[in-house]
């Protein structure tokens, strides 16, 4: 915030393409979103100038969205392992063997098994086991993914060769491996990534020479950086050990966002837990193969479409920003969860409903309404709600004034029709793609172009 306590928000620009997704483990396929929330920090603001701007674009994943299913009331009565035979077969990898295999898929396919049930384990050793004796930079590498992932209390690690392996020359084989995996919880859909694996196969059973990173939106986390992580009730959160001192006091403001957020997800159960990262500088340009400038605060990761991961940046948000930033990033998790569309043509509403909630759970006046002022007077507010994202190029006043008219909308709507008919209104609108002149009426019972004068005339009120 500036001086006079007014938020700022910096500059996106929007990337879109649609790839279509590889086949999932069930075989289904689709298109799926990405929603990249940034949170600008300005730099020459005091360090609490947190606000938000948002990037989009349709990224390809390898699976369907994972709909956990937990303890503690979140989740509860979800699939279980009958129902999840992924989790089902890495609980019991051996469940599966007949018979010693005898080709070299066969053999891949249950070193990976034997793999997995050691990490499921928190058996180091039998996890490094399948690494060759000359791969020591991979041992390396796997035995610090392994204590990463137990960390984050790995559940689910269900690995699977995809294809039949490549031979080479020299008795080495490469196979691609769809990963399944999940953490806190055993039983999910789960989050999945492709990798591609290198073996020595001219003894007499497979060693490991080579185990990549995902293909898509990778390096993971966990992949690369050695993690310490605090588990709560509602969150998990994780980082690397130069700033492993700052978990519990931002843990517990987490914890606080979280239990807001939860009562948000009107469309089903929240995640059994919030995932979030905390990156520093080195991590903060490498983690996911997204490219951040330094001055952003974060980002909401949709890996699947039920799962989303935050990731923050340490250079920019202490304890004391986390509850206000997670108020409105955990806002996107559960209001976003499931959507399987693009976001044309509802920025306002996305964006908006994150700041709804952000500003209703710090229990505050609105503390964006200066920014709002400059960009209404400025001319520049073409006087419509319905606005997309900023167009590249906007100045930072221009774009915290577009989402202080985004909240004011959606504030308005909720003082005259009440909280649950805007729900409502988000839901057919942002969520199911409803025209607006299609979804005012089902929702609110008059036309959209009466709720959009009555908005556009309360933020003229309101400056």
């Not at 700022?8 to 999932?24: C, F, I, K, L, T």
């Not at 403001?253 to 948000?264: G, I, S, V």
């Not at 509850?323 to 990033?329: F, M």
């Amino acid at each position: 915030m500036d001086g006079d306590g007014r938020r700022h928000a910096g500059n996106s620009d929007a990337v879109e393409s649609q790839p279509p997704m590889p086949p999932s483990p069930s075989g289904g396929t689709f298109f799926r979103v990405l929603l990249i929330a940034a949170l600008a920090l300005l730099l020459l603001a005091p360090p609490a100038a947190i606000a938000y701007t948002t990037v989009r674009s349709d990224r390809t994943t390898v699976t369907v969205g994972q709909e956990l299913s937990g303890d503690g009331g979140h989740g509860a009565g979800g699939p279980g392992d009958a129902a999840n035979p992924a989790a089902a077969h890495s609980a019991s990898p051996g469940a599966s063997r007949r018979s010693a295999p005898a080709t070299v898929a066969g053999k891949i396919r249950l070193a990976l098994e034997d793999q997995g049930a050691a990490l499921l384990a928190g058996d180091e050793d039998a996890f490094l086991a399948v690494v060759d004796p000359s791969a020591a930079v991979l041992r390396e590498d796997l035995a610090r993914r392994f204590g990463s992932l137990r960390q984050l209390r790995v559940k689910l690690w269900h690995p699977v060769p995809e294809g039949r392996p490549k031979t080479e020359a020299g008795g080495t084989a490469t196979v691609k491996v769809l990963v399944n995996y999940c953490f806190v919880v055993p039983t999910c859909d789960p989050m999945a990534l492709q990798t591609t694996t290198r073996w020595n196969v001219s003894g007499r059973s497979p060693t490991l020479l080579e185990f990549g990173v995902a293909k898509d939106l990778g390096p993971r986390p966990w992949e690369v950086s050695e993690l310490r992580s605090a588990v709560g009730a509602r969150v998990v959160m994780s980082t690397t050990a130069k700033y492993a001192s700052r978990l519990p006091s931002m843990l517990a403001a987490a914890e606080k966002a979280a239990a807001l957020a939860d009562t948000f997800a009107r469309w089903g159960e929240p995640p059994a837990r919030y995932v979030v990262y905390l990156a520093g500088p080195d991590e903060w340009s490498a983690w996911y193969g997204i490219k951040q400038e330094p001055w952003v605060a974060g980002f909401a990761l949709p890996l699947t479409a039920s799962v989303t991961e935050i990731v923050l940046n340490a250079a920019r948000v202490d304890a004391k920003q986390t509850l206000d930033v997670l108020r409105h990033e955990f806002t996107h998790v559960v209001t976003l969860a499931g959507v399987e569309k693009a976001y044309e043509h509802t920025w306002w509403l996305v964006e908006g409903i994150a700041e709804y909630v952000r500003v209703k759970g710090g229990g505050k006046p609105f503390d964006g309404a200066g920014a709002v002022r400059g960009y209404v007077r400025s001319g520049r507010w073409k006087g419509e709600i319905a606005m997309d994202d900023p167009p590249g190029g906007s100045s930072t006043v221009d774009v915290s004034g577009r989402y202080g008219v985004a909240y004011l909308s959606l504030q308005r709507l909720a003082d005259r029709f009440g909280e649950d008919r805007l729900m409502d209104f988000f839901d057919y609108a942002a969520r199911q793609g409803l025209a607006l002149g299609d979804a005012a009426p089902k929702a609110f019972g008059v036309s959209w172009d009466d709720v959009e004068a009555d908005c556009v005339r309360n933020v003229r009120g309101r400056v």
